[in-house]
């Protein structure tokens, strides 16, 4: 099983990024997926979720109109555009897979926001 993470990087507040996870080792469109994120010091927390036909989204309050995730399930690819970035989107991003006890995790990626 893998998920992997890109799209991470160096962006300036009211920037975009689009991160992407591509996904392996099991049926993608069986799985709701998920972005969480960590900022240092802090907990690990929800961004955005999807369901596995792509049909129901849901967001953090603090990203509620400037994100957007979307899945391409021919593609095996969960995707969250960030859009207008604040500072305090600085954070690890992870991507997640969920399916009834099976859940898996990705390694990670970088989002820096700073001028």
């Known amino acids: 099983v893998q998920l992997v993470e890109s799209g991470g990087g160096l962006v300036q507040p009211g920037g975009s990024l689009r991160l992407s996870c591509v996904v392996s080792g099991f049926t993608f469109s069986s799985y709701a997926m998920s972005w969480y994120r960590q900022a240092p010091g802090k907990e690990r927390e929800l961004v955005a979720h999807i369901n596995s036909a792509g049909g129901t989204t849901n967001y953090a309050a603090s990203v509620k109109g400037r994100f957007t995730i979307s899945r391409g399930n021919a593609l095996n690819t969960v995707y969250l555009q960030m859009n207008s970035l604040k500072p305090e989107d600085t954070a690890v991003y992870y991507c997640?897979?969920?399916?009834?006890?099976?859940?898996?995790w990705g390694q990670g990626t970088q989002v820096t926001v700073s001028s």
């Open positions: 997640y897979a969920d399916f009834v006890a099976r859940h898996f």
